[in-house]
T-cell receptor, first 116, second 115 residues
Framework: AQSVTQPDIHITVSEGASLELRCNYS??????LFWYVQSPGQGLQLLLK??????LVQGIKGFEAEFKRSQSSFNLRKPSVHWSDAAEYFC??????????????FGTGTRLTIIP | EPEVTQTPSHQVTQMGQEVILRCVPI?????FYWYRQILGQKVEFLVS????????KSEIFDDQFSVERPDGSNFTLKIRSTKLEDSAMYFC?????????????FGEGSWLTVV
């Protein structure tokens, strides 16, 4: 069974500082990996995804993530955070079953707080 | 950009009442999902639906839950007799057909409060 671990429950960074959110996954085959962001009271917005190919993927809002198979990790990074980045961030892994039937397993999320 | 839309955005219901949450998936998508997020907890998979039938469901999705695609555009989740522990944000999601890990798009969610 697949699983996702986000070891950091809450991270606080200063506006303009760099950010890295950690994500480790467990899955027997090549995973499909996603980062979603959830602002308070809002739905889940896709930031970026990895399916295959280049292990460094670019997403929206200046985010990027790097897939490292040897470490079973898919960490999310941003070189300079903005106050509007304050939100909950979820890493998720997808596994393809029954030709295209893909369900996502989410991590517990990391809450990001930005201080001036 | 096309999006998944959900109604209602928030519903308060009494314990034991039936609730129907509605979703309009993205128009050319063929796989549909319901997930839920209890306050402060992770997002959990409930059920996936394809070709007018359930393709997979979690242990959470017991006999109190059902899904339906009553017409060409709507996808509903029914909770037959709500319990306090059903209070959660329910997310509808959809994706295109095809192998290769196409993106699952989520709606804004429906907050269900059972009192």
């Amino acid at each position: 069974a697949q699983s996702v671990t986000q070891p950091d429950i809450h991270i606080t960074v200063s506006e303009g500082a760099s950010l890295e959110l950690r994500c480790n996954y467990s899955y027997g085959a090549t995973p499909y990996l996603f980062w979603y962001v959830q602002s308070p009271g809002q739905g889940l917005q896709l930031l970026l995804k990895y399916f295959s190919g280049d292990t460094l993927v670019q997403g929206i809002k200046g985010f990027e993530a790097e897939f490292k198979r040897s470490q079973s990790s898919f960490n999310l990074r941003k070189p300079s955070v903005h106050w509007s980045d304050a939100a909950e961030y979820f890493c998720a892994v997808g596994a393809e079953r029954n030709f295209g039937n893909e369900k996502l397993t989410f991590g517990t999320g990391t809450r990001l707080t930005i201080i001036p | 950009e096309p999006e998944v839309t959900q109604t209602p955005s928030h519903q308060v219901t009494q314990m034991g009442q039936e609730v129907i949450l509605r979703c309009v998936p993205i128009s050319n998508h063929l796989y549909f999902y319901w997930y839920r997020q209890i306050l402060g907890q992770k997002v959990e998979f409930l059920v996936s639906f394809y070709n007018n039938e359930i393709s997979e469901k979690s242990e959470i999705f017991d006999d109190q839950f059902s899904v339906e695609r009553p017409d060409g555009s709507n996808f509903t989740l029914k909770i037959r007799s709500t319990k306090l522990e059903d209070s959660a944000m329910y997310f509808c999601a959809s994706r295109m057909e095809g192998a290769g890990g196409n993106t699952i798009y989520f709606g804004e969610g429906s907050w269900l409060t059972v009192v």
